[in-house]
C-alpha cells in the first residue's frame, strides 16, 4: 500500500510538471507574453478564455525566439492552440489588447492553461481507432509518459555533461590567465629591480 501512494505520487508530481496554469488581467492596450524554455520536438498545447469587453479584442500569437509565428489569432476569445517545438529554444505566448482612440478601456480577464508532451496529446478516440480497451489506453499514455521522463532525463544528462564541460574549460582558462598573470608581474618586478640597481649605479650610490 505505501509503495502503491509512492508511486502514484510520483507520477502526480510528473503530470503537474507537464502543466501550467494562470489567470490575469490584461490592462488596455497592453500587452503580456509568458516565455518558456521548451525541448525540441515536444508537442504544446493551450486553453484560452478572455472575459469579453464590449468594444475591446485581444490578439493572440505564439512566437520563437527569431519572431517566427507558430500560432496566430485575432479577436480572440475562447479555444485551444497546438504546436510542436522545431528545436529547443525560448517560445513566447502573447496577447495584446486593443481599444479604440477615444474609448475608456477596462482591463480584461485571461485564463491560460498549457500542456506539454503527454499531457498535451490527445488519447480521446484511440480506444476506437485502434480498437484499444479504457485499460490498455491508459497503459499507453503511461507508456508515453516514460518515454518522455526518458527523454528529460537524458536531456539533463547532456546538459549537465555540457555544463561541466564548460566549467572545466572555465577552470583551465583562469589557470592559464593566472599562470600568464604571475609571469607578467615576475617580469615587471625583474625589470624593475635591474632598472634601480643600474639607476643608482648611474648615481654612485651603490657599487
Not at 63 to 90: C, I, M, P
Not at 120 to 145: F, I, N, Q, T
Request: aromatic share 12%; net charge negative.
Amino acid at each position: 500500500m505505501k509503495m502503491d501512494f509512492s508511486v502514484t505520487l510520483l507520477v502526480g508530481l510528473v503530470f503537474c510538471s507537464f502543466t501550467d496554469s494562470l489567470r490575469f488581467h490584461l490592462i488596455p492596450n497592453g500587452q503580456k507574453c509568458l516565455r518558456e524554455e521548451i525541448h525540441k520536438d515536444v508537442l504544446v498545447s493551450g486553453d484560452f478564455d478572455i472575459v469579453e469587453v464590449q468594444g475591446q479584442t485581444i490578439d493572440l500569437h505564439v512566437v520563437d525566439s527569431k519572431g517566427g509565428y507558430l500560432w496566430k489569432k485575432e479577436h480572440a476569445e475562447k479555444g485551444r492552440f497546438t504546436f510542436t517545438t522545431d528545436e529547443y529554444e525560448v517560445y513566447e505566448i502573447c496577447f495584446s489588447s486593443k481599444v479604440p482612440h477615444g474609448t475608456r478601456g477596462f482591463p480584461q480577464e485571461v485564463y491560460l492553461n498549457t500542456k506539454h508532451g503527454v499531457e498535451a496529446k490527445s488519447y480521446e478516440g484511440l480506444d476506437e481507432a485502434a480498437k484499444l480497451k479504457p485499460l490498455e489506453v491508459e497503459l499507453k499514455r503511461l507508456e508515453d509518459l516514460s518515454e518522455a521522463i526518458v527523454k528529460d532525463f537524458s536531456f539533463m544528462r547532456v546538459r549537465e555533461e555540457q555544463m561541466r564541460d564548460t566549467n572545466e574549460s572555465t577552470n583551465t582558462r583562469v589557470l592559464y590567465f593566472s599562470i600568464f598573470s604571475m609571469l607578467c608581474l615576475l617580469g615587471l618586478a625583474t625589470w624593475q629591480v635591474i632598472y634601480l640597481r643600474s639607476f643608482f649605479k648611474s648615481k654612485k650610490l651603490i657599487e
